[in-house]
Nanobody
Framework: HVQLVESGGGSVQAGESLGLTCVVS???????MAWFRQAPGKRSEGVAV???????AYADSVKDRFTISKDNAKNTLYLQMNALKPEDTATYYC???????????????????????RGQGTQVTVS
C-alpha cells in the first residue's frame, strides 16, 4: 500500500504564491503522479501530471502559473502555484498510479478515482 501525505496549503491573497508538497511512501520514479483539486460544490479536476520520465502536462486553467515537479531521491511531489486567483480555491490532493497511460496525452480524461493511491488533501484558499 502506498501512502501520500500533502502539506503546504493555506490562505493567501490573489496574486501571491504557495507551494504544495506530497510525500510518498514508495519510490516516486515508478509512478505517474498527479495533482487534483476540488472546490466546494464542484467536481474534482485534474491540475497537472508528471510521468516517470518527468514529462509534465497542465490543465489550461493553471498553465504558465503552476509547476509540477518531483524529487525521486526524497519520494516527494511538488506543486508550485504562482499568481493565484480566487478560483484556485480548493482542496488539493496528490495521486499516484503505476499505469503510465494515466500520464499520457489523454490524462485529463481520467478522474481522480482512476488512480490507485490518493492523499487526503490540503486546503488552499485565495481571497
Amino acid at each position: 500500500h502506498v501512502q501520500l501525505v500533502e502539506s503546504g496549503g493555506g490562505s493567501v491573497q490573489a496574486g501571491e504564491s504557495l507551494g504544495l508538497t506530497c510525500v510518498v511512501s514508495r519510490n516516486t520514479d515508478r509512478y505517474c503522479m498527479a495533482w487534483f483539486r476540488q472546490a466546494p460544490g464542484k467536481r474534482s479536476e485534474g491540475v497537472a501530471v508528471i510521468a516517470t520520465d518527468s514529462k509534465t502536462a497542465y490543465a489550461d486553467s493553471v498553465k504558465d502559473r503552476f509547476t509540477i515537479s518531483k524529487d525521486n531521491a526524497k519520494n516527494t511531489l511538488y506543486l508550485q502555484m504562482n499568481a493565484l486567483k480566487p478560483e484556485d480555491t480548493a482542496t488539493y490532493y496528490c495521486a499516484a498510479d503505476s499505469r503510465a497511460f494515466l500520464c499520457g496525452d489523454w490524462w485529463l480524461t481520467y478522474p481522480d478515482y482512476t488512480y490507485t493511491y490518493r492523499g487526503q488533501g490540503t486546503q488552499v484558499t485565495v481571497s
